[in-house]
């Protein structure tokens, strides 16, 4: 079975400070792993996928094999990364993707 | 705008009742997936269709049935509502059967059901 645990139910730092939203996954394969992202009254937006090992609006997220972590961080939070964060899990074959129950970040001035 | 489509917005209807939500992916997407969003579940993956066909299965109840037409779009039925049923009901479409590709989803903006 493939699990996405995401510890923290709301994260609040200041603005300029560094965030990590943390994600730990349980998969016996090669999982691929996403973070989503969903503004207050907005759909759910894809943010990062770690195959592409991108960095969108400064987040970046490695996957760390390890110890099954994906977390995602910023080094200087804006008022306007203020949303719920959703770390996602899909199994190579697989059809649907896992969600983890999600962080609320947020940014106070 | 993403490309998927959901209606109605928000619904509002009783205990026992029957609805029907309605979703249109995004052009070129063949597969739909239906998820539920409630409090204190988080994103329940509900089901899968791709071109037509139902490709897999999550925690849907047996009172909840979806199908996908020709056209591609997806209806996800609910029947003999239950308060419980209240929850935000995503849609999202992505290009292939498989996620494994790496792209992700799309996801409609929802709609919101109220069961009172």
């Known amino acids: 079975a493939q699990r996405v645990t995401q510890p923290e139910k709301l994260l609040s730092v200041f603005k300029g400070a560094p965030v990590e939203l943390k994600c730990n996954y349980s998969?016996?394969?090669?999982?691929?792993l996403f973070w989503y992202v969903q503004y207050s009254r907005q759909r759910l937006q894809l943010l990062l996928r770690?195959?592409s090992r991108e960095s969108i609006k400064g987040f970046t997220a490695d996957l760390n094999k390890g110890e099954t972590s994906f977390h995602l961080k910023k080094p200087f939070a804006q008022e306007e990364d203020s949303a719920m964060y959703y770390c996602?899990?899909?199994?190579?074959?697989?059809?649907?993707?896992?969600f983890g129950s999600g962080t609320r970040l947020q940014v106070q001035p | 705008d993403s490309g998927v489509t959901q209606t109605p917005k928000h619904l509002i209807t009783a205990t026992g009742q029957r609805v029907t939500l309605r979703c249109s992916p995004r052009?070129?997407?063949?597969?739909v997936y239906w998820y539920q969003q409630s409090l204190d579940q988080g994103l329940q993956f509900l089901i899968q269709?791709?071109?037509?066909?139902?490709?897999a299965k999550g925690n849907i109840l047996e009172r909840f049935s979806a199908q996908q037409f020709p056209d591609l779009h997806s209806e996800l039925n609910l029947s003999s509502l239950e308060l419980g049923d209240s929850a935000l009901y995503f849609c999202?479409?992505?290009?292939?059967?498989?996620?494994?590709?790496?792209?992700?989803?799309?996801f409609g903006s929802g709609t919101r059901l109220t069961v009172v």
């Open positions: 269709y791709y071109n037509g066909e139902e490709r």
């Open positions: 998969y016996s394969g090669s999982p691929e």
């Open positions: 996602a899990l899909s199994g190579r074959g697989r059809r649907a993707l896992t």
């Open positions: 052009s070129g997407d063949l597969s």
């Open positions: 999202a479409s992505s290009v292939a059967g498989r996620t494994g590709d790496g792209y992700g989803y799309t």
């Open positions: 770690h195959i």
